[in-house]
C-alpha cells in the first residue's frame, strides 16, 4: 500500500510498534498539537525534522493580534503612553521569535 509522497519518495514500508493504551494516547495527543498524523510525527522526531506545534502557531497567531491591539491603543491614545506600548510590542515579538525558534524567551528586566 503506498501513502503520500515524502521529497520524491513514496511512502511503501510500514512499521509496527507495540505501545501502551497510555503511550499511544500520548502520541495522538502530541500529533494532533502538532496538527500531524502519529506517523508523520514519529518520523519527523526519528529523523530529526523540526517541529512546529500547532499551538504554537495558535499562541503565535494571538500575540500577533494582540500587538495590532497595542498599536490601536497607542494611536487612539495619541500615544500617550508611546515608551511602555513600544516595550510591550518589543517584548512580545521577542516571545514570538523565541516560539517560532524553541528557545526559551528571555526574562523582562522590569
Do not use: C, W
Request: hydrophobic residues 45%.
Amino acid at each position: 500500500m503506498v501513502f503520500k509522497k515524502l521529497g520524491n519518495d513514496e511512502l511503501d514500508a510500514v512499521v509496527n510498534v507495540r505501545l501502551t493504551s497510555k503511550e499511544k494516547e500520548r502520541l495522538k495527543l502530541d500529533a494532533d498539537i502538532a496538527g500531524l498524523s502519529m506517523s508523520a510525527l514519529v518520523r519527523a522526531r526519528y529523523f530529526g525534522r523540526p517541529l512546529v506545534a500547532h499551538a504554537d502557531l495558535v499562541t503565535i497567531r494571538q500575540l500577533n493580534r494582540l500587538t495590532a491591539m497595542l498599536k490601536t491603543a497607542s494611536t487612539e491614545s495619541g500615544g500617550a503612553y508611546s515608551a511602555e506600548t513600544a516595550a510591550a510590542i518589543a517584548e512580545i515579538s521577542e516571545a514570538i521569535k523565541a516560539i517560532a525558534t524553541n528557545k526559551k524567551p528571555v526574562a523582562s528586566k522590569r
